[in-house]
């Protein structure tokens, strides 16, 4: 770890910025939703708060939050609008991750985190629609390669500064590579595309992006690999990304399971709403607990196999749970929460995307066997 500390880096309290943020923008949670349209509001709400730059040592110009509470915070706003909450977590886990190889492996990645404190940047990851195979081309040419591609649910991207993205280089001696860079989004060549029509999380913007012949620099590359390979940049992604990202579904839950029982205390009292009650409540501690064992394990544990197989564990068991909340939580309310205007619908539908990251149940399942039996983590 670097030595050099700062000791009068500013102390904020995140979780207090957070709900001050939510209150703000939980009027236009709603409207997003109905209009397919960007959390623009959310975005400059947190950037004017600071939080795009949080996770970024002190000593490299940021402010030097500690990742338990940027993962509380996300929880927080989240209860009052998802789609923030989650295009957010997606930026967050782009600082988090070489924050921590900053701090724990002297990677060097300075560069990166002084530009997003010193230029609020957001940060647009196309992670989850290349994972471990990657997608598109990357092509040999004098000073670095053309890359042509298409990427998905690239979350944010209406406000995106940089798409931290890869793509598949065909090296002669070494076969096919994934290469991995960030190219600006006024970059010549990339484009976003308005194709972000869907069930829920509706605000995040998770638009597609054409990259078409854009040119990134050999010195913008900043690891190769194996496609369909894990490889430990991708560990440490798994580990530090996830916690951050599920924060914003529990948090969905959670406000899910405060509208039902404002609601629920207000009926007639008798067994079956009692009983209901608690499988929601038996639900929400569930998934609570997978998410402060997410957390923890980010915090404490090695990476490599090991600690991605127990993550995905806990990443199941929490979406699972969170799932579940918003579920029960329509059954304590009745009828009444297939009215738009009490935000229970709304909620279904958004926790349905923590059904979606990777990994899903099936693979994590057969991850997790394969560790279990000793087969290793590539199949």
């Known amino acids: 770890m670097p030595d050099t500390q700062i000791t009068d880096r500013p102390t904020i309290d995140w979780i207090a910025a957070a709900d001050a943020i939510g209150r703000e923008i939980a009027a236009t949670a709603a409207r997003h939703d109905e209009e397919d349209s960007f959390v623009e509001e959310g975005f400059r709400a947190l950037k004017a708060a600071g939080f795009f730059k949080a996770l970024v040592p002190a000593e490299l110009g940021g402010l030097g939050a500690d990742y338990r509470d940027i993962c509380n915070a996300i929880r927080r706003i989240g209860m009052q609008c998802g789609s923030t909450a ?6 967050t886990h782009l600082v988090a991750v070489p924050a921590w190889r900053w701090r724990h492996e002297k990677a060097p ?5 002084k530009r997003v404190a010193a230029e609020d940047l957001v940060l647009i990851s196309s992670g989850g629609s290349d994972w471990l195979p990657s997608n598109g081309r990357a092509e040999k040419v004098e000073g670095g390669f053309r890359v042509t591609a298409k990427k998905v649910f690239s979350s944010g991207c209406p406000m995106g500064d940089l798409l931290s993205t890869s793509a598949i280089h065909d090296d002669p001696q070494n076969g096919p590579t994934v290469l991995h860079f ?17 069930m829920g999380m509706r605000g995040t913007g998770s638009h597609d992006v054409a990259l078409e012949n854009v040119f990134v ?5 900043v690891a190769r690999r194996e496609p369909g390979k894990w490889h430990m940049l991708f ?7 996830f916690p951050l ?10 406000g899910a399971r405060k509208r039902a029982l404002e609601i629920a205390r207000g009926k007639p009292k008798s067994a079956a709403l009692t009983i209901a009650a608690g499988r929601m409540e038996n639900a929400f501690m569930q998934a609570e607990m997978g998410l402060d064992r997410m957390i923890a394990i980010a915090e404490h544990e090695a990476p490599g196999p ?5 993550t995905a ?6 979406a699972e749970a969170a799932i579940a909340t918003v579920e029960r939580a329509m059954e304590l309310v009745g009828g009444a929460s297939f009215y738009r205007d009490l935000g229970l619908e709304r909620a279904f539908r958004d926790v349905q995307g923590a059904r979606f990251h990777p990994l899903q149940e099936l693979p994590q399942l057969e991850l997790t066997g394969r560790m279990a039996l000793g087969m290793g983590i590539d199949g």
Do not use: C, N, Q
């Open 182 to 198: 960030a190219v600006p989004f006024k970059a010549e060549g990339v484009r976003r595309l308005d194709t972000w029509r869907v």
């Open 235 to 241: 560990h440490h992604i798994f580990a530090l990304a």
């Open 306 to 310: 090991e600690r991605t197989s127990r």
């Open 109 to 113: 990645v300075e560069g990166l985190l």
């Open 245 to 254: 990202v599920y924060s914003a579904y529990v948090g969905v839950a959670e």
């Open 217 to 221: 620099p050999d010195a913008s590359v």
């Open 86 to 91: 989650l295009a957010f977590s997606m930026h």
């Open 313 to 318: 564990i806990a990443h199941t068991i929490t």
